[in-house]
């Protein structure tokens, strides 16, 4: 059975650092490309950060560039997103997915993923 699960989220104060990381199970991690999302309350789910399969291709939502660093590790099936110097709009709830074989700009739309992870909340105190 496909699975992602997050972890690492947690409270952190403005111009803090927080690494989120996601798992992979029950799937070609490999034949995926990952991407990060997240969700605030009374917001709808927006794209943060994506990388191809082979980790040779990111993309970032404009306001997190700079800032924030999404990389993989295929040998563990692992994504990892490491997001710096964070303000307290960056507060959400952070979802990893998966998009079978994506490897274009279209990784930024959330229907493009197949599978989801529960979330691991966020919060970036001021």
């Known amino acids: 059975q496909e699975q992602l699960v997050e972890s690492g989220g947690g409270l952190v104060q403005a111009g803090g650092s927080l690494r989120v990381s996601c798992a992979a199970s029950?799937?070609?991690?490999?034949?995926?490309?990952m991407g990060w999302f997240r969700q605030a309350p009374g917001k709808e789910r927006e794209f943060v950060a994506a990388?191809?399969?082979?980790?040779?291709?990111?993309y970032y939502a404009d306001s997190v560039k700079g800032r924030f660093t999404i990389s993989r590790d295929n040998a563990k099936n692992m994504v990892y997103l490491q997001m710096n110097s964070l303000k307290p709009e960056d507060t959400a709830n952070y979802y990893c997915?998966?998009?079978?074989?994506?490897?274009?700009?279209?990784?930024?739309?959330?229907?493009?993923?197949?599978?989801w992870g529960q979330g691991t909340q966020v919060t970036v105190s001021s």
């Open positions: 990388i191809t399969w082979s980790g040779d291709t990111t």
């Open positions: 997915a998966a998009d079978l074989y994506g490897s274009d700009s279209s990784m930024t739309n959330l229907q493009k993923y197949e599978y």
């Open positions: 029950g799937l070609t991690f490999r034949r995926f490309a």
